[in-house]
């Protein structure tokens, strides 16, 4: 099969060379949400759009495998936390497995983080606090989208955004019971950087349960 002229060919010599001109230190961290963080810094400071941009991935009830990107809206020691509606296909699928992986790829940077973990729901507070924190008509929004159902056209949405915008005038929005946020507590995470050759880095963290102690290995790349 020849390959596509949409796909560029594999670096040459001198791509490799002129692309890691200043090659950075090896990764040195004994726990991964520090690093994270330094990582996640960086990435801010040079990705154009959204460097809390991930992708969450899960399986229907059939085992067939689903992702999609999201946005990243808090992280600590007990983990990943984005928000979305419940009720939604994802979060269908991530309330029936518990279960799910999340990828970070900061292409300006050449790195990427991989997590796998386990899926909780945050607190009623935590949900209340970040809804309240979003625009107003992002909140309507969560009222007036039935997020992964069939929509029959583009007017149908916009007119279930005027009737809840008209329900709420110009009181408080209050968050949908349905619209909540989740969290990730890893039990794997994988930082990844690129080098020369494909000779990549890459280190990883693992533990058998949240609160364990991490234990910290190398992957061959």
Do not use: C
Not at 6 to 18: M, R, V
Not at 53 to 70: F, Q, W, Y
Not at 155 to 170: T, W
């Amino acid at each position: 099969m020849s390959q596509s002229p949409l796909i560029p060919h594999s670096p040459t010599a001198d791509d490799y060379a002129a692309a890691h001109a200043a090659h950075e230190g090896e990764i040195d961290a004994a726990e991964p949400f520090g690093l994270f963080g330094a990582w996640l810094k960086d990435a801010a400071a040079k990705e154009p759009n959204d460097p809390n941009a991930m992708a969450v991935a899960t399986v229907d009830e059939d085992g067939l495998p689903d992702v999609r990107m999201v946005l990243l809206k808090d992280f600590d020691a007990d983990g990943f936390v984005f928000y979305t509606n419940a009720e939604s296909a994802k979060g269908r699928q991530l309330l029936a497995a518990k279960k799910t992986a999340l990828l970070f790829h900061w292409k300006s940077l050449r790195r990427q983080v991989r997590v796998r973990g386990l899926v909780s729901l945050v607190s009623d507070a935590e949900a209340d606090a970040y809804f309240a924190s979003r625009a107003r008509q992002s909140q309507i929004g969560a009222w007036a989208s039935e997020q992964s159902r069939p929509l029959p056209d583009r007017f149908a949405l916009e007119k279930r955004v005027a009737e809840y915008g008209l329900k709420f005038g110009l009181g408080k929005v209050d968050r949908p019971s349905y619209w909540t946020g989740f969290r990730i507590a890893p039990l794997h995470i994988e930082f990844w950087r690129d080098k020369p050759f494909r000779l990549h880095e890459r280190v990883t963290f693992d533990r058998a349960a949240p609160g364990d102690n991490w234990t910290r290995g190398r992957l061959y790349p």
